[in-house]
């Protein structure tokens, strides 16, 4: 098992990593809250908690990447 150290330096991302949206769509706020504050050191993160919420932030702005709950209700 990595340290949380080296977990964090094999996410480093040469460049300008903060320009990138990484956007986190999960139903359960308490997941959210974890992935904006382990990854939004490093990115510039949006999580919302549904498909809808999801959807409606991509018309409006380029995502660089999506992660997503495996099971969301809608």
Do not use: I
């Amino acid at each position: 098992m990595l340290s949380r150290t080296q977990a964090h330096s094999r996410l480093d991302v040469p460049g300008p990593a903060e320009s990138l949206l990484v956007l986190y769509v999960d139903d359960e706020h308490s997941n959210r809250e974890l992935f904006v504050r382990e990854v939004g050191d490093r990115f510039r993160v949006k999580a919302v908690g549904s498909a809808d919420e999801a959807l409606e932030l991509m018309r409006q702005e380029p995502v660089s990447v999506l992660a997503t709950d495996q099971r969301m209700p809608d």
